[in-house]
């Protein structure tokens, strides 16, 4: 008999079935497809991947599940940095799941999963890395409530060799980018995956824990101990949930508008003291000048802590942590500046991965340069052609492109993502420029941008194409013929006065 070739095509999968001209062949035929169409709707459940594919960051976040909410509860003892903590992490499954990976560098005791014990063990390849096997899997699109239960000293925890979890002289504070979380609590560690968040820590009587978000009670569990309670209802990245914990001169209130704020300061800044507070007790002020160029403060509270071991600066959401290094500066208030500004663009709207570092640093630092220009001490057009002016055609300065990025915390990154945003302000107009701001945090607030939707959103505001501007101060490894400001500029624009100050880092 001679045989014909069926072609058949199953949701896009294709396959070639020969197809005998005998009785009860179109039978064979029904039941193979019966077989590929049961096959395709019922995987076999798999683990979730180790990373998820961030062009910088192989290992960060986690495949196979996204996170709604962590629910955190720890008992910290000052004297000896000892941290005992049980994080419930709420999570939905985006696949049919038979294990996945926590980011977390302590040592654990147990894990659950949706109420049974479930295996766990350290990743043989890294050790900030905690690899789970329920015990049966979780089917797709599923809640999945994970309970997990550790304890260690996170101030002897490195990633990558980089401490991020401190031991002060009355206790201990986390802070630092790209990851801090894996030191204090176990999370999917990446930008992408924001969940909402619940943190409490049981301290010595005398002491002070200050989170995210707002402080939603205090209470004493046992005699001579005090739980604080904090609560942050806004979507969070996981680098951006904070904690400390210690001695700290505490202070809240209201500012003029109702909202409410908490500020802590180290004693231990000494002299540094009053600045800081002063530099800090202006963040209102910062947050409504801000407001009338971005649009509403996202957030329902404010505030910032100021501590004596750490020499930097970091976003964290709602409460800024200040380091060290700023409070002699002519103007402490620009770092405030800075970092009150993520608030809107790097916390509010977080970059999708780790490659759009830009949208979060180039913004602030524009930012810094709007409130300089507030403040009466330069314009901004002054301050990016002083930057432009700065750094002569063969600086290696203007061999890093920002699109994609594969640096995070280089000059190019600040300084270069500001002139973009000049730029573009020179070939709008201010009105078109700051409409295309608002509607681009209205856009995607609570949520996640990249590069390519903040041009595609500024063409759309503008009404025309933009690829040339961005590509000239994004991509293109050479020092764009004319200034930010669309003309020629001197080298005596770099000797601005103020600039050092303006130019201070706020590396993570």
Same mark, same amino acid.
């Given at each position: 008999m001679v045989p014909i070739l069926v072609h058949v095509s199953v949701w896009g999968r294709n396959f070639i079935m020969r197809k005998r001209t005998r009785a009860g062949s179109g039978a064979v035929i029904v039941g193979l497809l019966a077989a590929l169409l049961t096959g395709t709707a019922h995987a076999e459940p798999s683990p979730g991947a180790p990373g998820l594919g961030d062009p910088i960051y192989k290992w960060a976040g986690n495949g196979?599940?996204?996170?709604?909410?962590?629910?955190?509860?720890?008992?910290?003892?000052?004297?000896?940095?000892?941290? %005992?903590? /049980? #994080? %419930?992490?709420?999570?939905? %499954?985006? /696949?049919?799941?038979? /294990?996945?990976?926590?980011?977390?560098a302590l040592g654990v005791t147990s894990v659950q999963v949706g109420g049974e014990q479930a295996t766990f063990a350290t990743h043989p390849d890294n050790p900030a890395e905690l690899v789970v096997t329920p015990k049966r899997p979780v089917a797709a699109h599923q809640p999945m409530d994970v309970v997990v239960k550790y304890a260690g000293t996170p101030s002897q925890v490195r990633l990558d060799t980089v401490q991020v979890w401190y031991h002060t002289a009355t206790g201990g504070i986390v802070t630092g980018q790209p990851r801090n979380c894996r030191a204090w609590y176990p999370c999917n560690d990446h930008p992408s995956d924001k969940a909402t968040y619940t943190v409490s820590a049981t301290v010595p009587n005398g002491n002070v824990v200050v989170s995210n978000g707002i402080l939603a009670g205090r209470a004493n569990p046992v005699p001579g101990w005090t739980k604080w309670r904090w609560r942050a209802d806004e979507p969070m990245v996981s680098y951006l949930a904070f904690i400390a914990l210690g001695k700290f001169e505490f202070e809240t209130g209201a500012t003029a508008q109702g909202l409410p704020y908490y500020n802590a300061f180290d004693p231990a800044l000494g002299q540094s003291l009053a600045a800081a507070k002063a530099a800090i007790r202006r963040t209102p002020e910062v947050t409504d000048f801000f407001a009338s160029k971005f649009g509403p403060y996202p957030f329902g509270s404010t505030g910032g802590v100021a501590t004596n071991v750490w020499p930097a600066a970091i976003e964290h959401q709602t409460r800024p942590v200040y380091g060290n290094q700023f409070w002699d500066d002519a103007d402490p208030t620009s770092v405030v500046a800075h970092e009150v500004a993520h608030q809107w663009f790097g916390d509010s709207v977080a970059m999708r991965d780790w490659s759009n570092m830009w949208l979060n640093e180039g913004f602030a630092t524009y930012s810094e340069w709007l409130w300089a220009e507030h403040q009466g001490r330069a314009t901004a057009a002054d301050l990016a052609d002083a930057f432009y002016a700065k750094y002569s055609e063969k600086d290696p300065f203007w061999n890093l492109r920002l699109w994609p990025g594969t640096r995070l915390f280089d000059p190019p990154v600040y300084e270069r993502g500001a002139m973009?945003?000049? #730029?573009?302000?020179?070939?709008?107009?201010? #009105?078109?420029f700051f409409r295309t701001l608002q509607s681009y945090h209205a856009k995607y607030r609570d949520g996640h941008a990249t590069t390519e939707q903040f041009v595609q959103h500024a063409e759309q505001v503008a009404g025309r194409k933009l690829d040339t501007l961005f590509k000239t101060w994004l991509v293109d490894p050479v020092k764009p013929p004319v200034g930010p400001n669309g003309k020629a500029v001197t080298a005596a624009a770099a000797n601005l006065p103020g600039i050092h100050e303006a130019t201070a880092p706020h590396s993570h």
């Open positions: 196979g599940y996204t996170v709604d909410h962590y629910d955190i509860d720890l008992i910290y003892h000052p004297d000896t940095d000892g941290l %005992t903590g /049980q #994080a %419930t992490i709420r999570a939905v %499954t985006t /696949q049919d799941l038979s /294990q996945f990976n926590l980011d977390f973009t945003l000049h #730029a573009l302000r020179t070939e709008v107009g201010d #009105a078109v």
